[in-house]
């Protein structure tokens, strides 16, 4: 009779290997506690390690320029990214903002430098080049119908949010505000294909004349499948790729965690319950 | 009198279908399979060179159980004729699923069986059905507690308490 543990302990190692290298570094570090079998198989396997040693570095299989072996070459590499953002070694050094001054938007993020120029209805992205990494400078300018108020960007999705508005004046001359968020392929400036037509509900402020208050409307972040937006008090937290409500609650600011968690910023007085200021978007 | 077993309705020769190929498994059960539907495996390819070389045909004996051996060829049927890339599981046969969606399907087994499957696989060399399986033995443990990970695999912990969490040797900052 053969038990269920034969089974598993008497694959050939390249079986193992084979689904262990599938792995992420996490899992593989779990995996290593296992058994002693699977531990030798993990720390005895170059690629394994180069999996565990890349994910320490904050990187994934593909990250780097070179094959993903773990052969000594790709570990050179490996050793060289971390030693020039250990030491701050620039490769490059180049003035992005000349003509552009620094009051307009502006924003950093997965090696893309963004900015909206004075005209509002273009931004200009800057892709940061790696020689380790294998990516290549490039410079491309986006140009809208649109006013743009606000922008913010997840370069590894493609995705570009854009808020614009239209000011529509309404009686005792005051306007209202009517804020619209679409979300776009960061390369092409065309609808993004993943995301779903209606990108939570459109706002209506209702601004005093001449008050310019613009500027500070709407600010907006991106984590992975979730876009927060905190308008008037209020932040609303929506899935893009399905259009589902996550969170909505009054409060002063607010930062993505990660993708699952929102850290909200709220002022209480003294004899009410504080709610915790950590909010899990997809509770078990 | 041996018994032969036919796989199914496909693999009953026709006129102009390819040479047809005697499997014993484990269990001595006689399969008899077109030999193109097993080209894919390169086990049964070098058999076949080495009849080939002698002008003489006999059984293959194989070491593992009729059930595997006929979901075996059941996955070889399903791509028979078709160039499968092992990296690259989202293409589609023509006018059929894409690989991943009709192996995960297919590899919808309990564990043992995965496990039977992917040894088997391996033992006739058949790369992307042994990728498929170790794909699916990946998605069922990514992402688990090391405690779920035995629990799945069906390992015990056979640390001794001092070895148990020893950190990872080569692998440091």
Redesign the interface.
Known sequence: MSS??D??????T??NV???R???F??L??????????RTI??GTAAL?YI??LG?SGLRVGSLVGPDTGSPECMAILDKYNTAWRNLEWTEHKILTETRDMETKWHLSGGVWAQLDESETAIHFYQLPSHLRGIKERQWVLQFDVKVETFNMDPSQDLLVLVHSKPLPVANHRFRYDLFITLRSLSTGDEHPLAVEAQGEDYHLMLDVGKNVRRSICPIQVCGNNIGRHVYDNLNVWNWRTGVQKLFRKCESFVFLDSDHVLVVSVYGHDTPTPSPCVALNPR | MPTIVSVDDSTVPGEGSSRLLLLVSSDNKHIVVEEDIMSRSRFISKQVEGFEATSQRHAILLPFSSFVLNKVIEYCSHYRGYYLLEDDPDAAPPGRSPVREWDQEFLDVD??ML??I??AA?YLEIKSL??S???A??DM??????EE??EI???????TPE???SP????T?
């Open positions: 269920t543990t089974h598993f302990s008497k694959l050939p390249e079986i084979n689904f262990l599938r792995l992420d996490r899992s570090l779990a995996c290593r506690e296992v058994s002693r079998l699977l993990v720390d390690q565990i040693a320490a | 564990r043992n496990l039977r992917i040894k391996h042994v990728g399986c170790a794909r033995i990946a443990i990514r992402g688990k507690t090391t990970m035995r695999l069906g390992v015990e912990n056979d640390f070895e148990e969490h990872s040797s080569k692998c900052g």
